[in-house]
Structure formats: C-alpha cells, structure tokens
C-alpha cells in the first residue's frame, strides 16, 4: 500500500475482513457525493496481484453481493490458487522450452501433405 493509499485507509477507512492469504479488505465509513455505494478496496499482503483475491471476496468487491461470503466451504470446492502465469509455477506442456524442448515422438498415425501429389 503506497502513503496516499494507507493515509486514506487510516481516514476514512473501516476494515470489513480478511482472507486466508493475509489480504485485508476495507470500505469507505461515509460514502460521499451522492454514491450509492461506498468505496472498496483491498490492502494485499504482499506485491499487489488482482488475482489473489479469493471469488468470495471478489464478488465483495465488484459490489456483486452486499456482504463478503464467507460461510463454510463445500466439500467440492478447491482452495483459491491465483494466477500463475509468468511465474516458474505456470504451466509448461512437454516439449516446451523450460521442460528441456524434446517431446514424445509423433505415434506414426500422421501423414504429411505434399504439394502435386
């Protein structure tokens, strides 16, 4: 959070809850200007990264629902991952570059296509 940010945290802000990753979720005490809603935000844990947010607390967030869902989890559903791209833990086929750059050779069931023929 940069000092413009936590400086308006500190004035205006009310901390609504927090999530598992240790980002801390707040909204605006007085909505201002006629808005018909007040303002939201999140303060991450560590480098801001849109895709550590939870679904719960996104829906929060995006003014989806009125309060953060945070009620017990269903047997069915995964813990929130964020997105990996770009990172070492992304995913990489066989045959990609990082992976070494060799894949399993072709099974003999293709064919190429030759021009005149």
Do not use: C
């Not at 018909?36 to 560590?46: D, F, K």
């Not at 829906?59 to 989806?64: P, V």
């Not at 997105?83 to 293709?110: M, Q, V, W």
């Amino acid at each position: 959070m940069n000092l413009g940010t936590w400086l308006f945290t500190m004035l205006h802000g009310r901390r609504v809850g927090d999530d598992l990753a240790g980002n801390i979720y707040y909204e605006e005490r007085h909505p201002r200007g006629g808005r018909p809603h007040s303002r939201r935000w999140v303060a991450y844990a560590g480098a801001p990264e849109a895709s550590d947010v939870p679904p719960e607390w996104h829906s929060w967030l995006h003014y989806t629902t009125d309060a953060p869902l945070t009620g017990p989890r269903m047997p069915w559903q995964k813990p929130h991952l964020p997105n990996a791209t770009g990172t070492p833990l992304s995913y990489r086929p066989p045959g990609h570059d990082y992976e070494g750059g060799h894949r399993a050779r072709a099974t003999g069931d293709y064919e190429a296509w030759t021009p005149g023929e």
